[in-house]
Structures are given as C-alpha cells and as structure tokens.
T-cell receptor, first 112, second 115 residues
Framework: AAGVIQSPRHLIKEKRETATLKCYPI?????VYWYQQGPGQDPQFLIS???????DKGSIPDRFSAQQFSDYHSELNMSSLELGDSALYFC???????????FGSGTRLTVV | AQSVTQPDIHITVSEGASLELRCNYS??????LFWYVQSPGQGLQLLLK??????LVQGIKGFEAEFKRSQSSFNLRKPSVHWSDAAEYFC?????????????FGTGTLLAVQP
C-alpha cells in the first residue's frame, strides 16, 4: 500500500540558509500535517492543511511557511535557518477528521 | 487545554514479562486516542487507536489498550514483551483545530528489554 512520502530523507544546511521539505500524502488523503521532533523530544505540531487551505497552526516560527498544492502534496519552507531548527520533520496525512494518521518516515534536517 | 501525560520516562522489563505503559489525558470532549511506537531515528508507527465503542482496543504486535474515562487514562499493555519491542512509545490525543485534528503527544516512554 502507498505510504506518505517525504523528501529528502536527510538534509544538511548552514545557518541562515533556506530549506524546502516535501510531503506526498497517501492518494485520496485530503489533509496534511507537519510535526517537528527535536532530539529526545516528542513531536510538536507545526501546521495542517485541509483541501489545500491552512486549517490549524501550532508552534511554527514566522521563518517557516507551508502550503498544500492542487495535487495535495505539501511543502514546508524554512528560511534563515538556525542551529535549533535541527530536528526530524514529520509529515502525516489523513482522510477526514479523526480517521487516524499515517506518518512519513521523516526528513532529518541538520543545521551546521 | 488538551494535554497528555506519560508519567514513566524510562521503563525496563525482562523479555517475556508483561508490560503496561501509562497514559493520562486532559480533553474536554470525547477524545481520539492513539499509541505510536518509534525506533531510534525512525518514523512513528501506529500501534492502535480509540475513537469510540469498545473501550478495550486491540492493536498490532500483540498490544492492547484500555480507555477508562473515569480515570482519563489510556494505558498500553502487552502480556509478553519481546526484545524487538524495545523502542520509544508515544501516547497522543487528537485535538480539533478547524477542519483538522492535530495530535498532541506525551513526552514518551523509552522501553528497554532485558534478555
């Protein structure tokens, strides 16, 4: 069965650079979520989209932006990267509220 | 505000022993509850979920969890632990936000399995 695809798997950037993370949800899933998991931390909700519209926003820095495109894939854009942005970034998709989530394998971002 | 508490940061059990991981939640309405497992550097795998109905939920890998509304708990259990169960376990509650339900995670319980 198709899963949530995230790319790239690993990314190394320098401080103040920009990074773009991509997420391809399971086909026919209309909702995408982004989470950030720092080292030894629990995943923290960043932002979600439903039918290409932003639905909810969590602790996402102003330096970050995201969108969901017409084919339902989503991109998380991160600018002016800081060392503290180093984390595992997960995308999840679902169909309908409360239907359960499927997480991607994550993108490990390292800022040096 | 919604929250999830996992009181045990780290638990060690012997292989073959039974396991119970605790989870307490705070949520005003009927919660959607989840248990995820994560191996080091890996993604989050759903073990089981509770939306409504039978309060005893069966999941994958022999895990089960029981929803107890009176205690605001959703503890995860397994009758006999295998070495491959060593991982971090996260309890989560679904919290409504617009048209979507974000997940609020507990801080996790790291399970170690002794031979």
């Amino acid at each position: 069965a198709a899963g949530v695809i995230q790319s790239p798997r690993h990314l190394i950037k320098e401080k103040r650079e920009t990074a773009t993370l991509k997420c391809y949800p399971i086909p026919r899933h209309d909702t995408v979520y982004w989470y950030q998991q720092g080292p030894g931390q629990d995943p923290q909700f960043l932002i979600s989209f439903y039918e290409k519209m932003q639905s909810d926003k969590g602790s996402i820095p102003d330096r970050f932006s995201a969108q969901q495109f017409s084919d339902y894939h989503s991109e998380l854009n991160m600018s002016s990267l800081e060392l503290g942005d180093s984390a595992l970034y997960f995308c999840a998709s679902s169909s309908g509220t409360g239907s359960g989530y499927t997480f991607g394998s994550g993108t490990r971002l390292t800022v040096v | 505000a919604q929250s999830v508490t996992q009181p045990d940061i780290h638990i060690t059990v012997s292989e073959g022993a039974s396991l119970e991981l605790r989870c307490n939640y705070s949520y005003g309405a009927t919660p959607y509850l989840f248990w995820y497992v994560q191996s080091p550097g890996q993604g989050l795998q759903l073990l089981l979920k509770y939306f409504s109905g039978d309060t005893l939920v069966q999941g994958i890998k022999g895990f089960e969890a029981e929803f107890k509304r009176s205690q605001s708990s959703f503890n995860l259990r397994k009758p006999s632990v295998h070495w491959s169960d060593a991982a971090e376990y996260f309890c989560a509650v679904g919290a409504s936000g617009g048209a979507t339900n974000k997940l609020i995670f507990g801080t996790g319980t790291l399970l170690a399995v002794q031979p």
